[in-house]
Each structure stands twice: as C-alpha cells, then as structure tokens.
C-alpha cells in the first residue's frame, strides 16, 4: 500500500501562533531547508529551536528578482534529493512567497496552496521494510516464552495475542511494517515450537 511523505512548504514571514501550530504536527524525525534570510530564520528558530534537530541553509531557496527559467525544477530537485535522503522523515521548507509559491508550482502542480503560510504536500512512497533479523529474533524468543509459560498459561496463548496485535497494527496508520514484523516474529515461534516438539519426540532421551 502506497504511503505519503510529508513535506511542509513554509512561507517565511510566518505568524508565532501557525509555527507553534506547524510544530505539534512535525514528528520527531525531520530535516528543515530554509532560505538563508533572516525572515525565515525566525521561522526555523521556532520550529526546531532548542531541539537536536539542525536547519539546513541553502542559497537555491534566497529570494531572488529575475528567476531563471529552470529555477523551479531546481527547487523540486532540491527537495526531492532531501526527502529521497531519508523517506520516514518529515521535511520542512521555509523560503520567501514567491520562491514558496514557484516550488509549489513544479512540486504539486495539481494541488492548490493553503490560505495560510503553510502547505502540506505528501510524496509517494513505498511500505517501510520488515526488519526480518528482529523478526526472526522475536520469534525465537517468543517461541521460549512460551515454553517457560506452558505450565502457567498454554502454549499457544502467547502466539495467538501477537498475532491478533500484529493484525491491528496493520490497519494502524504507519504503523503497517511493525504488524508484519508480529506475524512474521509468530510464524518464526511455530517453527521453533514445531521442530522443538518433532527434536523431543525423535530424541526423548535427550528432554
């Protein structure tokens, strides 16, 4: 199922109250490009002010009077190449109105700018990868856990509460690649408990 990158297009001056607003929306990872003006320094300072995250200036995104004809595939390039860098973070661009505005234009020709000075624009994207080692390590010990809980609990009760975890989390928004990772993670502990049962019986010596 196709997922949508967020990239927040700010127009730089912005007013305290929508960068407070923009803030609270921003997930904790995320990369800001801003034009190198003061204008939208006060922006940046707001949104990521005191936070680990570092602004990145870029020239392409200063105001300038006779815009090349090419500028504005330019500036898609420039935030494509940061989103590209890392497709699980939010991206956040501040730069004056009318470099916002030629942006937009090339970035999401078929979506109108917001009335406000910030535009949400979602970029296509894949499904996060399964980490299939922590899968296959979750697996393993969740097939010992619930052997060492047989005597308390049955076998199979541990398993089956992953299983219905890992359904919900697959309909949780962005939360899909942590579902298949349960499921996975459970089909792994069948096996073990499978191989585990077919050891005992073929070697009951040896248990």
């Not at 999401?108 to 009335?115: G, K, N």
């Not at 890992?166 to 499978?194: C, D, F, K, N």
């Amino acid at each position: 199922m196709t997922d949508l990158q967020r990239i927040f297009v700010v127009t730089a001056p912005a007013g305290a109250a929508e960068v407070a607003a923009l803030r609270a929306r921003l997930g904790r990872d995320l990369t800001v490009v801003t034009a190198p003006t003061a204008e939208a320094r006060e922006v940046v300072e707001g949104l990521v002010g005191g936070s680990q995250h570092e602004p990145v200036p870029d020239v392409l995104l200063a105001p300038v009077r006779f815009p090349d004809v090419d500028r504005g595939h330019r500036l898609d390039d420039l935030v494509r190449r940061h989103a590209v860098a890392d497709r699980w973070r939010d991206v956040v661009v501040v730069a004056d109105p009318a470099t916002v505005t030629l942006l937009l234009r090339v970035l999401a020709p078929d979506q109108l700018p917001a009335a406000g000075p910030v535009t949400e624009v979602g970029l296509p994207r894949g499904s996060r990868p399964v980490p299939l080692a922590r899968a296959l390590v979750g697996g393993v010990l969740l097939a010992l856990a619930s052997g060492l809980l047989a005597s308390v609990v049955q076998v199979w009760v541990l398993p089956l509460l992953a299983v219905v975890a890992g359904l919900a989390l697959l309909v949780a928004p962005g939360r899909r690649h942590l579902g298949e990772t349960l499921l996975i993670a459970v089909a792994v502990a069948v096996l073990v408990g499978v191989l585990a049962i077919a050891g005992s019986s073929r070697f009951p010596g040896a248990w």
